[in-house]
């Protein structure tokens, strides 16, 4: 019995792991990964609202509490700002409880000449819970910087997923 107890527990806030898939001048992928004590709907659900969980200090108005995600295609990963804001990603594929992709250059990305693809799937798991593995591919950087911002943006994802957990867990 306490062997369960102490799976359970783990297993309701397992840190992200990451791997940095390849990094290049032009471009690079980073991949995380976390296991979550929720079915795959409620773990997607969370997803798409990232002011619960996503880190105040990587945003432009310092205040997680401005994050939006719509989950639809077309829907907006989205950051207000006092008289306008900041467009982080847009949805190109939802499929609830499975998949959700989206495309877009994060933060500072954003002035890089870089194009990106964040896919994010859900799988099940006899526990009942679900892993969540976060995807994400940049390319361009007429810079030539691409495997240099590659460690940065990878240390900031997995911070996000490491709080998406926590938040699955209720410890956010």
Not at 45 to 70: C, D, F, I, Q, V
Not at 139 to 146: E, I, K, T, V, Y
Request: charged share 15%.
């Amino acid at each position: 019995m306490h062997r369960i107890f102490v799976l359970a527990v783990l297993l309701m806030a397992a840190p992200a792991t990451a791997k940095m898939v390849g990094a290049e001048a032009h471009g690079f992928e980073v991949r995380h990964s976390v296991v979550v004590h929720l079915s795959p709907l409620a773990a997607y659900r969370l997803l798409g609202e990232p002011s619960r969980w996503w880190s105040a200090k990587h945003s432009y108005s310092g205040k997680a509490a401005n994050m939006t995600l719509a989950l639809k295609p077309g829907g907006c990963f989205c950051e207000a700002l006092p008289g306008g804001g900041v467009e982080h990603l847009r949805v190109a594929v939802a499929m609830p409880g499975e998949r959700l992709v989206m495309t877009g250059a994060l933060g500072p990305l954003l002035y890089e000449a870089s194009a990106g693809v964040m896919d994010v799937t859900i799988v099940g798991n006899a526990e009942g819970g679900a892993t969540v593995t976060m995807d994400y591919k940049a390319a361009g950087f007429a810079n030539g910087n691409g495997a240099t911002l590659a460690p940065l943006v990878d240390g900031v994802l997995t911070e996000q997923l490491d709080r998406f957990a926590k938040a699955a867990s209720g410890k956010l």
